[in-house]
């Protein structure tokens, strides 16, 4: 586990923030649609104001002999290696360096620096000098703005818990239970994973007392979906074979305001 201190400046009292929820692209797959992906960070490059987390499985990973899930027919015959798909996922990501808050490892990843020594998210983070967060990690935003004097005239903190993710049932409401779940061990205001493919967004509310009032929190719970289709016409990729449900390909962007630390989810769909 590692922790990140984001530094983000606005200029009016209204102004959102867009922070893009990026996971499991699984470039390399033959089912990979990361051609959205692309144009989806050629958008946010040009976007004020807009920033980006990567969640894990930025590439499929899987080599003959470490992984049973390895078939051939499985693979973008342009990108089998995965030294390949990690430089084309940074090439990909060039229009948003700058902007990439943090990134963390998918189980794709992690399976090739535990048996293949390779570590892509490292090569990845290095190459686009952002935050290498590991698998789970705290991200703290530090909101400030600023007046026509450049002086700070307000702060806020928005804390998010990101995970790649833990297995789930296939129903999406014990995938959003099992995201639920994380802030009886961790404190946040808002909680990020991957991992399942699913892409939703709920909120809760948590009510504590200060001084002699009575305060509502809104915490925020996010999945940040995939652009790996289940199902796809003269394919037959290992979630096919294991009939994982059809979901929809994108990410979820938050809209964040910093002045009164609000979040509201947006599902991005391609």
């Known amino acids: 586990m590692e922790v990140c201190d984001y530094y983000i400046q606005y200029r009016k009292a209204t102004d959102k923030i867009k922070l893009y929820g990026c996971s499991d692209i699984h470039l390399g797959n033959i089912n990979s649609k990361w051609a959205y992906f692309e144009k989806l960070m050629k958008q946010v490059g040009d976007e004020p104001n807009s920033y980006v987390i990567l969640l894990g499985d930025q590439i499929e990973g899987i080599i003959p002999g470490s992984d049973k899930r390895f078939d051939l027919n499985s693979f973008d015959r342009d990108l089998m290696d995965p030294t390949e798909q990690r430089d084309k996922i940074i090439e990909i990501l060039q229009p948003v360096k700058g902007k990439i808050i943090c990134i963390l490892d998918g189980n794709h990843e992690e399976k090739l620096r535990k048996f293949n ?64 779940a994380l802030a009886n061990t961790f404190e946040a205001d808002c909680y990020l994973a991957g991992h399942n493919h699913d892409l939703s967004a709920t909120t809760n509310v948590i009510v504590s007392k200060i001084g002699n009032k009575i305060v509502k929190k809104q915490r925020f719970f996010g999945l940040t979906g995939s652009y790996l289709e289940t199902y796809q016409i003269g394919t037959s990729i290992y979630s096919e074979k294991a009939l994982y449900p059809a979901l929809n390909i994108g990410s979820l962007v938050l809209h964040i305001t910093p002045e009164t630390k609000k979040i509201r989810g947006e599902e991005l769909i391609f």
Request: no cysteine.
């Open 117 to 180: 020594r390779l570590n892509i998210t490292e090569d990845i983070a290095k190459a686009l000098e952002t935050k290498n967060l590991g698998y789970n990690g705290f991200v703290t935003l530090h909101f400030g703005r600023i007046g026509n004097n450049g002086e700070q005239q307000h702060g806020s903190i928005v804390e998010i818990f990101a995970t790649h993710g833990i297995g789930a049932g296939r129903l999406r409401g014990s995938k959003i239970n099992k995201i639920e």
